[in-house]
């Protein structure tokens, strides 16, 4: 396994007038390439604030940030956008695909926003979309997928630019059982494969997915839990 994204001693404070609100405490975490990583935490834990540390969507206030070797805490906005079309595959709970695009075209715009001809993006979306055994829904409208198939063509978007790191926010919050679990099963595929997949969730029914479990509380991240009843 390989290292592929890490926080040393990176921590995260807002401040609003004379409060100061610290999101998360000073953490040191590695993202291993092969292992599904399970972020766990009550709401307002932290967990979402890590999530976004490693995804290189907010700067941390103290501590460092690498991506696959690159010490990134002081890119600028531009360096952090190209960061993340190309080396972060990002899914969140409510799917973001858009309306008007077919589950193909939905796929495809990663590659187009990265310059990608449009015939190499049809092919690449293709063989994304048959990844999460979505191939024959490539045609359809996002209104005319359910929930979990809206989750496949979100995970397939992500992987389409082939990045090392696919980062999910609550991905099954919004799906009953039986497509929170085809989502799940899709997402340890991705990871037996090679990818870093870090799942955010307060669920504790997703641990059985995992290679590996991170519990954040009160903004200190933990191996372990002080109590479930928390999570519940």
Known sequence: ???????????????????????LEATTVDINNGELTLIMGPSGSGKTTL????????????????????????????????????????VFQHFNLLNPL???????????????????????????????NMGDREKNLPKKLSGGQKQRVAIARALVTDAAIILCDEPTASLDAKSAALVMEDLKALAKNGKAVVVVTHDLRLRPFADRIVYVEEGVVADKLKNEEDYK
């Open 51 to 90: 999530l976004s540390l490693i995804g290189c969507v907010i700067y941390p206030s103290e501590g460092k940030v690498f991506i696959q070797g690159q010490d990134v805490t002081d890119y600028s906005e531009k360096q952090l956008a190209h960061i993340r079309l190309n080396n972060i595959g990002f």
């Open 1 to 23: 396994m390989e290292v592929v994204a890490a926080l040393k001693q990176a921590k995260k404070v807002y401040k609003t007038g004379d409060t100061t609100i610290t999101a």
């Open 102 to 132: 077919t589950a193909l075209e939905n796929v495809m715009q990663p590659l187009l926003l990265r310059g990608e001809s449009n015939s190499n993006a049809v092919k690449l979306a293709r063989q994304a979309l048959e990844k999460v």
